[in-house]
């Protein structure tokens, strides 16, 4: 089954830390480029990190210096790593595939950050 499965949200106070955790199944997973999005209540989805296949990787200004996306191809999975959180990342993440024109995305994962 090609699926993507996030894990690891949930509720923190400002200025700690949560990993997320995207499992992947169905896809040959060390040849697709991974990222993480979010979405605020009301606004759109926008862009956190993404990893290319060979590992560089790319952030949201917002994000750079506090949230780390890494990748563990033995074990098709895409981790985020964020600290320092603040209210302001609070949204539903979604992790994100892509292999030329195939893109999957998973179900989302709330993380909440309280002030």
């Known amino acids: 089954q090609v699926q993507l499965v996030e894990s690891g949200g949930g509720l923190v106070q400002a200025g700690g830390s949560l990993r997320l955790s995207c499992a992947a199944s169905g896809i040959i997973f060390g040849i697709n480029a991974m990222g993480w999005y979010r979405q605020a209540p009301g606004k759109q989805r926008e862009l956190v990190a993404t990893i290319t296949s060979y590992g560089r990787t790319n952030y949201v200004d917002s994000v750079k210096g506090r949230f780390t996306i890494s990748r563990d191809n033995a074990k098709d999975t895409v981790y985020l790593q964020m600290n320092n959180l603040k209210p302001e990342d609070t949204a539903v993440y979604f992790c994100?595939?892509?292999?030329?024109?195939?893109?999957?995305w998973g179900q989302g994962t709330q993380v909440t950050v309280s002030s």
């Open positions: 994100n595939s892509q292999y030329g024109p195939r893109v999957l």
